[in-house]
């Protein structure tokens, strides 16, 4: 399974994506598409999307914790790593 999240995609990809993915919201993408044509999918939208598409992929995995997240351009949320965990960070607040 795959999500794609954009802030911006370009016509020729939105267009493309409608091919595999269902899109319940604008410049929300969601697939069952299978491991092999998921890892394509993620390397022609990386390949294919300038920077201000600001794109978050959701990848789901075989292995622990079960998903992959990419992130690329400017999303506006912000992808860290906690103990190997990838997670979205939702509000920037320092820490105690």
């Known amino acids: 399974m795959v999500v ?3 802030n911006d995609l370009p016509p020729a990809v ?9 899109e319940p919201r604008a410049n929300v993408f969601v697939s069952g598409v299978k491991d ?3 890892r394509q ?5 990386l390949k294919s999307c300038p920077a201000k598409s600001g794109l978050l ?3 789901r995995i075989p292995e ?6 990419y992130g690329y351009g400017d999303p506006r949320r912000k992808l860290i790593e ?15």
């Open 4 to 6: 794609v999240i954009a």
């Open 14 to 22: 939105r267009g493309r994506m409608k091919l595999w993915f269902v």
């Open 36 to 38: 092999s044509v998921a």
């Open 41 to 45: 999918v993620i390397d022609y939208l």
């Open 57 to 59: 992929i959701f990848q």
């Open 64 to 69: 622990a914790p079960g998903y992959r997240i």
């Open 82 to 96: 906690l103990s190997g965990l990838q997670l979205v960070l939702e509000k920037d607040q320092p820490l105690p």
